[in-house]
C-alpha cells in the first residue's frame, strides 16, 4: 500500500510568513463573514455515495454530476449493490459526464474492493483510499474532511487559482499549494475554509472578466499582475495575452514591410515589363506608385493614371526603389532593355568548347564536315579508311602474335587436353555387328 507523503512548504512561503501569515487569517475571517455554514456542493446521502460523486467530479462541474447521481443511487445506494450493477447500465446513466466509460469501470471496481476488503464500509485512512481505483489525493482530502471529520484541505482549481492570485502560494503544482495552505490556515477551519474558498471563487472572484477593485478580498490582497482588471492566471490568460499582443505586433509589422514592397513592385512593373524579375513583392496597385519615381529623378516609360499627392512615406520608398537600381547598376528606367524586343536566331550555333588549340582545329573539321552534305561523302569514307589502316598497322602485329604462339602451345599440348593427359591407343579394333546378333542371350522375352 502506497504511502501518502506531503510536500514541504515553499521557501517563499516560510520566508514571508510574518506577512502572510496576517493576510491569510484575515482572509479566513472575511470568508466566515461570507458563507458562515457551507454546504458540501455535492448531493448524497452516505459516505459511499459521497465517494462516488466526487469521483464522478473529475473534470466535470458539481451541477452535472448531481444531475446524474440520482439516478445512479437509485440502482446502487451503497456498495453491495452497486457491485452487482453492469458497466454499461452505469455508464448510461452517467454519459453526459466527461470520461464516462471509465468513471463507470472504476465505480464498478471501487463498489468490488470495498466490499472484498473493508465489507462495504468507506475506509479512514489515506493509504486506504487512494488504493481504490479512480480515487486520487483530492479525492481521499474531501472523503477524509467530510465524511469522517478528520481535519484535510482538498484543493481543487478554484483553491488552487486564488492561493496564487492572493500570493499565498508559488502556484508551482497542486500539492504545493496545498503544503503552503496548510501552514498559513489554522487546522480547525481546514474543513470549512476550502468550501468557502470555492463558493467564493464561483459566485465572486472568477477566473476571467474579474474587476479587482470591486472585490471584497482581491481588491487589498491580490499580488500583480492579478491586481488588474480583467487579470487572470499568469500561465494562462495573462501569457496568452502578451503572446497574442506579441503575434498581433508582428503582424502589423510584417503587413506594413509587405504593403511597401507592393508598392516598389508595382512602380517597377508599371515602368517596365523587365521589372517583373525583380521579386520585390506581390503586385498590387497602390495610389502613390508614381510619387517615388520623382525622388529618383526617373521617368516611367508610360503612365496608366494621373499622378497622386506625396505621401510621408514615398520618402521612405523611394529611397528603397533608389537603392534597388543602384544594386543593378540602373541610372534611368531607359537603360532596361525589353528581353521580348531582342530578335533570336532561327538556328542557334553550336557551343564552342576552346579548351585547346587541337579540339577547336577537330571541331571546324566536324562543322565543315557536316555542311558539305552528299559532296563531303568521299573525304569522309578516306579519312575512316585511313583510321582503319592506322589501326590495324598499329595492333596487327600483337593480334598475330597472339594466334601463332595459342597454335604453337596446341600442337605440343592439344593430346593432352583431349584425352586427359594419357597417350592415344591408336584405332580402336573393329567389332563385327552380326557377331553379336548370333551370340545367345540371356533375356527370356527373346527366344533361342
Not at 140 to 146: D, K, R
Not at 154 to 170: C, E, F, N
Not at 318 to 330: A, H, Q, T, W, Y
Request: hydrophobic fraction near 35%; charge should be neutral.
Amino acid at each position: 500500500m502506497k504511502k501518502v507523503v506531503e510536500k514541504p512548504v515553499s521557501i517563499n512561503v516560510r520566508t514571508h510568513e510574518a506577512t502572510l501569515r496576517p493576510k491569510a487569517l484575515e482572509i479566513a475571517k472575511r470568508l466566515n463573514a461570507l458563507y458562515p455554514n457551507p454546504p458540501i456542493p455535492l448531493h448524497h446521502g452516505s459516505g459511499f455515495q459521497l465517494l462516488c460523486a466526487v469521483v464522478l467530479s473529475a473534470q466535470t462541474t458539481d451541477i452535472k454530476v448531481n444531475e446524474v447521481t440520482p439516478a445512479l443511487f437509485a440502482i446502487g445506494p451503497d456498495a453491495e449493490s452497486m457491485s452487482k450493477c453492469d458497466v454499461k447500465d452505469i455508464q448510461n446513466i452517467i454519459a453526459t459526464l466527461g470520461l464516462a466509460p471509465t468513471k463507470a469501470k472504476n465505480l464498478k471496481a471501487l463498489s468490488i474492493q470495498l466490499m472484498e476488503e473493508h465489507d462495504g464500509i468507506v475506509p479512514q485512512t489515506y493509504e486506504e483510499l487512494e488504493a481504490l481505483p479512480g480515487v486520487g489525493h483530492k479525492t481521499a482530502s474531501v472523503v477524509m474532511s467530510q465524511v469522517h471529520g478528520e481535519p484535510a484541505f482538498p484543493v481543487d482549481t478554484h483553491i488552487h487559482r486564488l492561493a496564487q492570485r492572493w500570493g499565498l502560494t508559488d502556484g508551482s503544482s497542486v500539492e504545493q499549494t496545498e503544503a503552503d495552505l496548510k501552514y498559513l490556515f489554522p487546522k480547525e477551519s481546514w474543513n470549512s475554509l476550502h468550501l468557502q474558498i470555492i463558493y467564493f471563487g464561483r459566485e465572486m472572484c472568477p477566473a476571467r472578466s474579474h474587476d479587482p477593485n470591486t472585490c471584497p478580498i482581491c481588491s487589498w490582497a491580490a499580488v500583480h499582475p492579478y491586481n488588474k482588471v480583467s487579470s487572470s492566471n499568469a500561465t494562462n490568460s495573462g501569457g496568452r495575452k502578451r503572446t497574442q499582443q506579441k503575434q498581433k505586433e508582428q503582424n502589423n509589422s510584417k503587413k506594413k514591410k509587405n504593403d511597401t514592397c507592393c508598392r516598389i513592385r508595382v512602380i517597377m512593373t508599371t515602368c517596365h515589363p523587365m521589372s517583373t524579375k525583380l521579386h520585390l513583392g506581390h503586385s498590387r496597385f497602390h495610389p502613390t506608385v508614381y510619387a517615388p519615381l520623382r525622388r529618383c529623378n526617373l521617368k516611367p516609360v508610360h503612365r496608366t493614371r494621373a499622378t497622386p499627392e506625396e505621401s510621408p512615406e514615398d520618402d521612405q520608398i523611394g529611397d528603397l526603389f533608389r537603392k534597388e537600381l543602384e544594386k543593378r547598376n540602373i541610372s534611368s528606367l531607359e537603360d532596361i532593355k525589353d528581353p521580348q524586343a531582342t530578335v533570336r536566331p532561327s538556328v542557334l550555333p553550336p557551343p564552342a568548347f576552346a579548351s585547346s588549340k587541337t579540339e577547336d582545329d577537330q571541331l571546324q573539321r566536324s562543322r565543315n564536315l557536316n555542311s558539305e552534305g552528299l559532296e563531303g561523302l568521299i573525304p569522309r569514307a578516306s579519312q575512316l579508311l585511313q583510321l582503319g589502316a592506322s589501326f590495324a598497322f598499329a595492333f596487327g602485329p600483337f593480334i598475330l602474335f597472339v594466334l601463332v604462339a595459342f597454335g604453337l602451345v596446341y600442337s605440343v599440348f592439344g593430346d593432352l587436353f583431349v584425352h586427359s593427359g594419357s597417350p592415344s591407343a591408336g584405332v580402336p579394333q573393329y567389332i563385327d555387328p552380326m557377331e553379336l546378333l548370333s551370340e545367345p542371350t540371356v533375356d527370356p522375352m527373346i527366344p533361342m
